[in-house]
């Protein structure tokens, strides 16, 4: 594709990078064909070729419009697309610099904008954030139907280990999981426990960085990413193995740290070096098989599992199949749903600012997956977790929280 970007951008380092991966579409239009948005409106414009095409415009100096920030806000970010690309188009990187641009040229109504920023601080304070969830969930069966979806039952926590093992990691907690639902740290401890490993958690970490990232604040996003590289820096200069995550959205984000920091002189090399050390949970696990299996029974229930893959696993993390290899090398088949590469709809705050779109692919996920007339469904990001968990009344979980349970 051939580019003539404006003078604002065309020689900054964004407008760079926006060159590159426009050059490398070939407007062939398979991206279409995945596309979540794409395939419940049928807009063109809703589809990654149509925002490829509008943020385009908006970098060779086309004035920006509520119509196209209305089109690339549908967009899940769930990079479906970059899968089924036959040239690597890397569509998530060009979205965020595309509605940068767009909000700074025509910003946001006020009460939208107050909305965005009220829950943006709310989820990054996690005193707060956890405070106003336990208050949700003892009103939750008073609650309107649509709020009392987005609030998932109480859970406790069970116990935590507190051994020291010789085989040290580091392991992000996260910011909104830890009050959404604190056993699935819990089961992340005691089974890596049971396997020899301690986890080490600094205070001084926090947020990965994904929602300023895709809320808009930027510097704060990269700020959060200098921050939890400064937390886990001197945990793996004294050996720490790797930095494990088990909500696979905040593993997209902080494998691509490298990537963010790429121009900051002080902080590139350690956040290449982070990202290279970041390993979702399944990659941990999938290289302790014998180890586990040693610690389940002989004979395991006869659960109907049904697996969402989520999209920052499958697409972002390109660890597609992962999940369901790890469970098979333990005997324990999990079933996936027809159109198991299709996002669920919760994608982080999407589910807030577009319900309509949102609900209908949850209820399209969900109707693939009672299909298959599963007693427990399982899913590796809180997000989607959470999303799902408000439309039915299977009981979803982590799929460590399931592990943990067999390993009892």
Request: charged fraction near 20%.
């Amino acid at each position: 594709m051939q580019t003539h970007l404006a003078d604002f951008i065309k020689h900054t380092p964004r407008g760079k990078i926006a060159d590159k991966i426009l050059q490398t579409c070939v407007h062939c239009g398979f991206c279409n064909a995945t596309c979540p948005t794409y395939q419940l409106t049928g807009d063109e414009l809703d589809g990654p070729r149509g925002r490829i095409y509008q943020i385009k415009q908006v970098l060779e100096g086309m004035s920006a419009t509520v119509q196209i920030q209305t089109h690339l806000d549908r967009c899940l970010t769930c990079r479906n697309c970059e899968t089924t690309c036959p040239s690597g188009v890397e569509y998530g990187h060009l979205l965020d610099i595309g509605r940068s641009e767009v909000e700074k040229q025509i910003g946001r109504p006020l009460p939208e904008k107050a909305r965005r920023e009220a829950l943006r601080r709310l989820m990054l304070n996690r005193t707060a954030f956890e405070s106003t969830y336990r208050v949700a969930q003892t009103l939750r069966p008073w609650l309107p139907q649509k709020l009392r979806g987005k609030v998932m039952a109480e859970k406790a926590a069970g116990i935590i280990p507190q051994n020291a093992r010789p085989r040290k990691m580091i392991m992000l907690e996260g910011c909104v999981q830890p009050g959404m639902s604190p056993n699935i740290n819990a089961a992340t401890l005691r089974v890596l426990d049971k396997l020899g490993i301690q986890l080490q958690r600094p205070q001084n970490a926090g947020c990965c960085g994904a929602i300023n990232l895709h809320m808009g604040a930027e510097a704060q996003s990269l700020n959060d990413m200098r921050r939890n590289i400064d937390a886990w820096w001197p945990l793996l200069e004294q050996g720490a193995e790797a930095l494990l995550i088990n909500a696979s959205g905040c593993g997209a984000t902080v494998k691509e740290y490298g990537y963010h920091l790429q121009h900051d002189a002080q902080y590139a090399e350690k956040a290449a070096a982070i990202s290279a050390a970041a390993k979702d949970i399944v990659e941990i696990l999938a290289a302790e098989t014998e180890n586990i299996q040693a610690k389940l029974p002989a004979n395991l229930p006869a659960h109907t599992i049904a697996y969402h893959p989520p999209c920052t696993l499958q697409h972002g993390q390109k660890l597609k199949g992962s999940v369901e290899s790890l469970f098979a090398e333990l005997g324990i088949t999990v079933l996936l749903p027809q159109d198991a590469h299709l996002c669920c709809g919760s994608a982080g705050t999407y589910s807030f600012f577009q319900p309509e779109l949102s609900q209908q692919l949850r209820d399209n996920k969900l109707s693939r997956l009672n299909a298959l007339k599963p007693d427990v469904v399982l899913s590796a990001n809180i997000g989607c977790i959470g999303h799902l968990a408000g439309g039915t009344a299977t009981p979803v979980m982590h799929w460590i929280e399931y592990l943990d349970e067999q390993m009892q």
